[in-house]
């Protein structure tokens, strides 16, 4: 007791404590601690505890010792090592296009019964995992990140299936019931499955990335889009025993609804071989070898046979070079809407006749009706039979050559010659335009002229009744002042007559008092010259003033002058 009382008892008590304390840190921080870089994960291994089962590899809990199935993830971590191990392992990284597909390593045995019936995978629950099966895991790991356990899983890394949008996937599971154990009568019943059994599935997959068990099933993908390809390994006897070697384009599509049928139908290795631009492509396309090639060769044969060699014979590109001339005097007649485009020319019909009833595209349109049904009866849509070329026989090609060429120039010449005549008719239609023209401006300015002269004329006669009237005034006014002026002269006619009246009698009483009127008619006439005559010759004593000397000094009347006159 006095031990335990004592002061350096406690001391040495809680130095020791601190020191444990101290030491159990530096063993839990220094020792048991384990950092786990990104990208990594740990395995633990427990030493201690109970033995596991002869069947099992995995731990179910931390009283057994051996491997545990949970992993740590990156981080830090605290294990003793007294009692527990560790493994470091790379997180598993699943790439884009790629997925892994598990296989659990612990569990229970699948039941016989159940593989017999083939159902071989592992069937587990992951919130009970230890009370799952051993063996493949249907579902797979896609693109991520993973901490799995080597012990408890082993993996292995797929390529997932990418279906294209041009493309059909076909499911085959590997895994399922006995497709003999469903039966189906139907055509396509034969081979395919009903959904879920072992086989080929009716169902088919849409574009998109698949990630599958290979060992739960398979995708095989097929090309839907339509393919042209050029065949020229077809040969067939003409009419006239030619053998004609064409070559025929094909464009054909697989019916997407018909994909898994046609995969098993044709395909011998669970996929087809599509590619078409190569002889030897076109030798292992099975839809060609195995559906369209067959059919081609066999129509090729039984329409070709009903032609001739010469039937197949034309010159293409002057069969062009017409219709293009044919086209041109079309618009041209139609532009000038002549009788030629209403009432048509039976040459014109001929070739156009010729040109789309000729043997190549009958022959075509035959094959297309004979081959389409069939095809499309095993899975494939011919869209389209073309006979591209029909080379014709080495023998033949010369002299029905020649004979089609001397053709198509007729028929160019014939075109040529109805060109002329539209463009005649256009010519002709352009003068009757023309004259219709120059007719409607003469008529126009006839019109204008004919207004022109009834204005003037209605103008004149205006003016002309206008000058009219005024000239009946005016012809009354004359008439007026020749009535005043004549009334007026009369009265002096009057006035005159009266004063030449009165002249008269003064003149008759004046002669009178003379011996004779021309004495009377002599002295007035001396009597106004002799002031004048006076001065002239008062002073000349010429012979030619005694002349008029007489007469410068009046006479004096005679006596009985007045007298006798009286008498």
């Known amino acids: 007791m006095s031990v335990l009382n004592s002061g350096k008892f406690w001391v040495r008590i809680g130095i020791t404590l601190a020191v444990l304390g101290i030491l159990q840190q530096i063993w839990h921080?220094?020792?048991?601690?384990?950092e786990v870089?990104?990208?990594e994960y740990l395995v633990r291994i427990h030493r201690w505890g109970k033995n596991l089962p002869s069947d099992q590899i995995v731990a179910p809990d931390p009283s057994?010792?051996?491997?545990?199935?949970?992993?740590?993830?990156?981080?830090?971590?605290?294990?003793?090592?007294?009692?527990?191990?560790y493994e470091r392992h790379r997180v598993v990284d699943v790439p884009k296009g790629k997925c892994l597909v598990l296989t659990r390593k612990f569990g229970r045995e699948i039941p016989a019964d159940r593989i017999a019936r083939g159902e071989v995978l592992a069937q587990h629950d992951p919130a009970q995992p230890f009370a799952g099966e051993r063996g493949v895991v249907r579902d797979v790991l896609g693109p991520g990140s993973y901490r799995l356990n080597p012990y408890a899983y082993s993996w292995e890394e797929h390529n997932a299936v990418q279906v294209d949008a041009r493309e059909v996937g076909v499911r085959a599971l590997l895994i399922g019931q006995d497709s003999s154990q469903s039966a189906n009568d139907s055509v396509q019943g034969r081979y395919v499955v009903s959904e879920g059994s072992r086989g080929i599935q009716k169902s088919t997959l849409s574009n998109?990335?698949?990630?599958?068990?290979?060992?739960?099933?398979?995708?095989?993908?097929?090309?839907?889009?339509?393919?042209?390809?050029?065949?020229?390994?077809i040969v067939f006897p003409s009419r006239d025993g030619f053998m004609m070697k064409p070559v025929v384009v094909v464009e054909y599509s697989v019916l997407p609804d018909r994909t898994p049928e046609m995969l098993v139908r044709l395909s011998d290795i669970g996929q087809l071989h599509q590619r078409d631009s190569t002889p030897a492509e076109q030798a292992e396309n099975e839809i060609l070898q195995k559906v369209i090639l067959p059919h081609i060769r066999g129509y090729a044969r039984i329409e070709g046979s009903n032609f001739f060699a010469r039937d197949f014979i034309t010159t293409e590109s002057a069969t062009q070079a017409v219709a293009a001339l044919d086209d041109a005097a079309q618009k041209a007649a139609q532009a000038a809407k002549t009788p030629v485009e209403k009432q048509g020319n039976p040459a014109q019909a001929g070739v156009t006749?010729?040109?789309?009833?000729n043997a190549r595209e009958r022959m075509q349109q035959a094959m297309f009706n004979k081959v389409k049904e069939p095809c499309r009866e095993l899975g494939v849509d011919v869209r389209a039979v073309v006979i591209a070329d029909m080379?014709?026989?080495?023998?033949?090609a010369s002299q029905i050559g020649q004979r089609e060429l001397a053709k198509v120039e007729l028929a160019k010449n014939a075109s040529v010659i109805r060109q002329f005549r539209a463009q005649q008719s256009l010519d002709a239609a352009k003068a009757l335009k023309e004259q219709a023209r120059q007719k409607v401006g003469a008529e126009t300015r006839l019109i204008q002229a004919k207004t022109r002269a009834n204005q003037i004329k209605e103008v004149a006669e205006s003016q002309l009744k206008q000058e009219l009237d005024n000239a009946q005034v005016a012809l009354e006014a004359s008439k007026k002042q020749a009535e005043a002026q004549l009334t007026t002269a009369r009265a002096e006619v009057a006035v005159i007559d009266s004063q030449n009246t009165a002249e008269v009698a003064g003149l008759q009483t004046a002669v009178q008092g003379f011996s004779s009127p021309r004495h009377f008619a002599q002295f007035h006439v001396i009597s106004k010259l002799a002031p004048t005559l006076r001065e002239i010759f008062a002073a000349d004593d010429s012979d030619f003033a005694k002349i008029f000397s007489n007469y410068m000094s009046?006479?004096?009347?005679?006596?009985?002058?007045p007298q006798e006159n009286s008498r």
């Open 29 to 34: 921080w220094e020792v048991e601690r384990i």
């Open 37 to 39: 870089p990104a990208g």
């Open 64 to 85: 057994y010792k051996g491997v545990m199935l949970d992993v740590l993830p990156e981080g830090r971590h605290f294990l003793n090592p007294i009692f527990w191990s």
């Open 208 to 233: 998109g990335t698949y990630y599958i068990n290979p060992y739960v099933e398979s995708i095989s993908t097929v090309e839907v889009q339509a393919h042209r390809v050029e065949l020229s390994d």
């Open 353 to 357: 006749s010729q040109r789309v009833a």
């Open 391 to 396: 080379p014709p026989p080495e023998e033949l």
């Open 554 to 561: 009046p006479q004096a009347p005679a006596a009985n002058g």
